[in-house]
């Protein structure tokens, strides 16, 4: 049975095995990255943005929006959600570029919509507040969401 005691040559090979396991890992994880296979994720924007107004006519959403700070939005990657919370199945979704903005929103600009109506074509009953949600499609990350109260002319 002394031969049952006999460890001398187990820690040895486990040794041996554990080391070519952990190259293959890492070998494994750089062939990754380095054929594409792994992508690293799109970084969302950071912007302030703010509601400069939002007024209902008796008809007609109209929103104008400001950018005050951050970095500039592509007109292409942005989706804006104005969802009237008074009523949150009166919905409306439109790329930034629908918002007349031709390539980049910058800081200091200014944009409206005018006449929104919602997703199905129908229009927004009197709305007292909204949420709007500004959304970077790429990343799926939100870049800004602000409520406004809207006032009636």
């Known amino acids: 049975m002394d031969w ?3 460890e001398d040559g187990v820690s040895p090979v486990i040794g041996e095995i554990l080391m070519v396991a952990i190259v293959v890992l890492m070998a494994a ?16 924007p950071q912007a302030s943005l703010a509601v400069d107004d939002a007024t209902w006519d008796g008809e007609n959403l109209n929103v104008t929006l400001l950018h005050e700070s951050g970095s500039s939005l592509d007109s292409e990657d ?11 199945n009166q919905v409306n979704t ?6 007349n903005v031709e390539e980049d929103w910058s800081p200091g ?3 409206s919509q005018n006449n929104m109506t919602i997703d199905d074509d129908g229009e927004f009953s009197e709305p007292s507040e909204i949420e ?14 602000i409520t406004a109260s809207v006032t009636e002319i």
Do not use: C, Q, Y
């Open 109 to 111: 600009e200014r944009i």
């Open 29 to 44: 994880v750089v062939a990754a990255f380095v054929f594409g296979v792994v992508t690293m994720p799109t970084p969302t």
């Open 4 to 6: 049952i005691l006999n």
């Open 94 to 99: 439109s790329l930034l570029s629908s918002w």
């Open 132 to 145: 709007v949600r500004v959304v970077h499609e790429p990343s799926g990350g939100t870049v800004s969401v």
């Open 78 to 88: 942005i989706e804006v959600v104005v969802t009237n919370l008074d009523d949150k």
